[in-house]
């Protein structure tokens, strides 16, 4: 069985599924392994060191899988400057052919991506800036509701709102994201109008993510209330996992008259990946995980997830929602 949506025709992918870029996570052991499943993976640029790791990242990507991947640009305020005209030059020159762009606006990168002939797909947290990406040349939109792992924006517009307006505006494929971690979020999204669903806390509790078995035991564990939105006092609000550090930030952004140098070393992106992510010391630092924590309960192969989801998703379609319909008015 299987889905044929607008996105999986344009973007040549077997299934409706996106695994979006994951800072730390997003690397060619789990961008391969959901690239074999028949989703489409994105390695994440700016977890590599340099453009020069990128390009090596992107080569051990292609040594396992033949399949189609691509690479997140994620462009946020840094206090030191990155190199973001490097990496994206990186991706390209490696033949990279799909780009995910995340933060800000795409615009000073279109040239290069359509010069190159690189499909874009712009995540975005709100309907105008969907609506400006589609105006810009994107080739899809990823909308991310409030839900959702990472930056969620400071709108609060859930997916089951934020996902029908975009696409009730766009004229490009979109792809619903956050909150989904199911067949029954993947049909749903495509009752929304989307096109395909992006997944990121789910991708992260599978086997071939690269992080310490402690955080994907915390997922499953976790439910839907252990999230935080840290840094909404700088404008910047993240959802991240609730845990000992998550909650200090909180703490201290109550605090009236507390700054972002209060709570910078405990939301250190550093501190997370090394002592979270890598050694599995789940109280030491902050670490991303969306609501969707409620509903994931397995730690499966990339392959049995994918597998499971689109056979799951006919089943829904096929049992629950064609039987539901009636061609006349009697209701029996
Ligand atoms: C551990 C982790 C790291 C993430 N890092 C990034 C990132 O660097 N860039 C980005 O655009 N999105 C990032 N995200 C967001 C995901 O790509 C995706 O948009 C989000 O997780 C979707 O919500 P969900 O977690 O409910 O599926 C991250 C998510 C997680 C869980």
Redo the contacts with the bound molecule.
Sequence with gaps: MALVTRFTEQFNVRHPIV????????TADLIAAVANSGALG?L?A??QPSPEALVKEINRCRDLTDQPFGV?L?ILPSIEPIPYDEYRDAAIESGIKII?T??RSPEPHMPAFRSAGVKVIH?CVSVRHAIKAEQLGVDAV?I?GF?????PGEDDIGGLVLIPATTAALTIPVIA?????DARGLVAALALGADAV???????ATKEAP?HENVKRQIVANDERSTNLVLRKFRNTARVAKNKVSDAVLEIEDRPESTFDDVADLVSGKRGRTQV?TKGLMDEGM??????QGLINDIPSCQDLIDRMVTEACELIETRLVPAVRTDASTS
């Design positions: 695994c979006g870029g994951m800072t730390a996570v997003g994105f994440t700016l977890t997140n994620t995910e995340a933060g995540k990823s991310d839900e959702c792992a990472g930056h994201s956050g909150g989904i971690a992006n997944m990121g806390t789910r991708f992260v992080v992510l670490w991303w995980a969306g609501q969707t």
